[in-house]
């Protein structure tokens, strides 16, 4: 073997000596850190021999993590919330009247438990010489308005989340004559009706105006301008009326109206269009049985959904029942009852298609005095536990 390669194997004999020594060293640098985190002589977990294997450790963890995924889902996805959806008119001895804070706490309450959350509270109504009267018609309605004002404002404060609507009446005729044609008419409604909005603090306006018949020009004119003037973010719920004598109904019709005296298909939709609810007015019908007075109502919700439901709008549709005293011949109380009524809603609601369903707001209660337990057990019967 040459000089050379002796020479060269012995570097190599060195240079694994060297490395040798080097891993050596830094494991024993390791143990002496490990022994300077843990000193000598201290405690030491014992190792635990569990049943079933170390997968019993993660259930703790997984039942924790359970219960959060459970915690949020629920605060992406809450439940469901019962919306008080229904409506009541109140009258002027609501509205006029200095009512304790215990009326309107109990006021609210019963509605509240009923499942009422909005409220149709009148305010005045348009008198012949085109100004506002208190109820009686005799004084202007300035003479009332403080009142008025106060009754809003102590009513939110017992019901915070109500929806709360002016009930603003004009009769579209007079005795000097037909007078929706008028554009004063139509600038003193829309003022008013801002007025309501802007210094009486109502939520909404419910413009109850009548009588209008089929294919009317000057109605939808009136719903614009009140539109402008209270704007596209303030709701506008409209009173209208029945189609009374329909020929399809299969009921035995009144003589005292002429038959198809009903709204066209075309003419509801256009106030669809405009309102953000129309309020059918389910009574004064004329009937005298009460059979046919359900099938009647339940044909003015048919009516007025598939008429909805066939066009894009975003209007909802309210079903107006009574509970008030005789107004014979239009409206006998035996007949047109508050059960009754419900009855025609519950036998229609069942059979509704879930985009018909969409458009359904509620019913709306119209009485001429405070509705007893039975009213109400009547109404939860019949139609809130429906």
Not at 237 to 256: F, K, M, R
Request: no cysteine; aromatic share 10%; proline share 6%.
């Amino acid at each position: 073997m040459s000089e050379t390669s002796r020479r060269s194997r012995a570097r190599d004999r060195i240079d694994r000596r060297k490395r040798r020594t080097g891993t050596m060293a830094r494991q024993s640098a390791g143990t002496d850190r490990q022994r300077q985190i843990r000193p000598t002589g201290s405690f030491e977990m014992p190792t635990l021999k569990l049943p079933g294997g170390r997968w019993l450790l993660l259930i703790p963890g997984a039942v924790i993590l359970l219960v959060a995924v459970i915690a949020a889902l629920g605060v992406l996805n809450p439940p469901d919330v019962t919306l008080n959806t229904n409506a009541i008119w109140l009258m002027n001895d609501w509205t006029y009247a200095q009512r304790s804070d215990e009326d309107l706490a109990q006021l609210a309450a019963t509605l509240q438990a009923n499942r009422v959350g909005t409220v149709y509270a009148y305010v005045s109504s348009l008198r012949e010489d085109a100004t506002w009267a208190s109820a009686d018609n005799i004084a202007r309605f300035n003479t009332v308005e403080d009142a008025v004002i106060d009754f809003v404002t102590r009513f939110k404060q017992a019901y915070p989340d109500v929806a709360l609507y002016a009930w603003v009446e004009v009769q579209a005729s007079t005795t000097e004559g037909y007078r929706l044609d008028s554009p004063q008419v139509q600038r003193v409604v829309a003022d008013f009706s801002q007025r309501t909005i802007d210094v009486m603090q109502f939520d909404g306006v419910l413009l109850d105006v009548k009588p209008i018949f089929d294919g009317n020009p000057d109605f939808p004119a009136l719903l614009q301008a009140v539109r402008r003037n209270i704007g596209l973010e303030t709701p506008l719920a409209v009173a209208v009326p029945p189609d009374l004598t329909p020929s399809d109904a299969g009921i035995t019709l009144p003589p005292q109206i002429a038959p198809d005296t009903v709204w066209s298909l075309a003419y509801k939709q256009r106030i669809a269009l405009q309102a953000d609810s129309l309020v059918v007015t389910a009574y004064n019908s004329y009937l005298n049985n009460p059979v046919d007075y359900i099938t009647w109502v339940s044909y003015q919700v048919n009516a007025y959904l598939a008429a909805m439901s066939a066009i894009d709008t975003t209007s909802q549709l309210v079903i107006s029942v009574p509970q008030f005293a005789d107004r014979q011949p239009a409206h006998n109380a035996t007949i047109e009852s508050l059960a009754g009524a419900l009855d025609g809603v519950s036998q229609t609601f069942g059979t509704l298609t879930d985009a018909q369903r969409a458009l359904f707001k509620g019913i709306a209660i119209f009485a001429d005095r405070p509705l007893t337990d039975e009213d109400w057990r009547i109404f939860r019967e019949k139609w809130v536990g429906f």
